[in-house]
């Protein structure tokens, strides 16, 4: 999957929450190159970068950790919280490909599940923009493969019907 994501996802223009974009931190989120999504670029060119992130970042302490996680045949992992753990007023696509990429190389198709984060996703964007989200990020994957991550998987996970 290559790293453009492509014009930004449409907002809604709502107002982010009043206070902060995240009140539960005390000061509007964690400090700018902690390796969380919001603050965090990926582009591939730092050296002795891990998947593409600094090595002390906060990004390739998480990439190592999917990675050991996903040794693990009979872990699955959830896609989702994506766009509330970016900057809620200005996230993109670009800003939340590279983890979404991480995750799809590491697990595969197969052992990974889409999760809307409804209604917790409406506090940085509205439920159409998460599920535009997940179909942009889903974009290089055969028709078999997204239907496996957006649907599928979870039915037989959760040993749903239907």
Known sequence: ???SGGPPVEKSGEPPVEGSDRPWSGSGGPPPGDG???HSRHDGSTAGAVGGW????GAARW???VGALAEAENVVCKLSGLITEASWSDWTVDDIRP???R???TFGPRRLLYGSDWPVC??????GEVLTLADRLTD???VAERRRVLSTNAREWYRLRG
Not at 54 to 57: C, E, N, T, V, W
Not at 122 to 127: F, S
């Open 54 to 57: 600094a090595p002390s970042s």
């Open 103 to 105: 995750l799809l190389s």
């Open 63 to 65: 990439s190592s950790a």
């Open 36 to 38: 969380s999504v919001g």
């Open 140 to 142: 290089a994957l055969s």
């Open 1 to 3: 999957m290559g790293n």
């Open 99 to 101: 983890y979404a990429d």
């Open 122 to 127: 409406e506090l940085a964007g509205t439920y």
